[in-house]
């Protein structure tokens, strides 16, 4: 998980001379032209690894993706306050532009991919929910440290949580929560039967 940061930390560095002149930006612009779409596949299959229902619904799908919405559910959600300076020259708004909508569509299916993985794992012992907590808790960092909007994603701290989360506090967490419409629900009861924690 440490490469997969340093590599999302990289690809700043990596875009920026596609970024830096005026007519590659322009070229580079109209090729990914719509280029969240590359996040798509793995959000689906985090949809069906947590078997929500509403997997094929794109405007459930982009609402899942984006996680805005899942913020106030969650548990330990960090609040990114990402601060858009303002920048005097159309180049380096253009820039700023390009480097986060490519930025945010490679985080958006990071975060994704790793959920999907995360919810097939089939049993997680004591060391194993550490483990995962403090991985996700890393991603969390990076995406945090990258800036972009809407970054990170709430499930990944919420999961964080869950993993090293009290037996009995996450099996009362599931007793109380109620059909979010979101797989938050979902996502709770696969963590705790990872764990071997029974649910009704």
């Known amino acids: 998980i440490t490469q997969v940061g ?4 990289a690809l700043v560095q990596a875009l920026e001379p596609f970024a830096s002149d005026k007519d590659a930006l322009h070229l580079v612009n109209l090729v990914m032209e719509g280029v ?14 947590i078997h929500c229902v509403e997997s094929d619904n794109k405007e459930f799908m982009s609402k899942l993706k984006k996680g805005s ?3 106030d559910r ?5 609040s990114n306050i990402y601060d858009d300076d303002e ?3 159309e180049v380096d708004t253009a820039a700023n532009d390009f480097c986060n909508q490519w930025l945010d569509a490679v985080c958006s299916a990071v975060t994704g991919q790793l959920l999907e993985r995360t919810m097939r794992i089939q049993h997680l ?5 550490d483990h995962l907590s403090v991985d996700l808790n890393y991603i969390v960092n990076v995406l945090t440290a990258l800036g972009v909007s809407d970054h ?3 499930l ?14 996450l099996q009362a967490r599931i007793i109380e929560s109620d059909d979010d419409g979101y797989g938050i629900r979902n996502t709770e009861i696969r963590i705790a039967l990872m764990r071997g924690i029974a649910v009704d």
């Open 6 to 9: 340093e590599h999302m930390l």
């Open 36 to 49: 969240d779409h590359v996040a798509e596949k793995t959000w689906r299959g985090f949809a069906h690894a």
């Open 69 to 71: 919405e899942l913020a």
């Open 74 to 78: 969650v548990l330990n959600h960090p």
């Open 87 to 89: 920048e005097d020259e």
């Open 125 to 129: 012992s004591r060391k194993g929910c």
């Open 152 to 154: 990170p994603h709430p």
């Open 156 to 169: 990944l701290s919420h999961i964080a949580e869950l993993a090293k989360m009290d037996a009995e506090m």
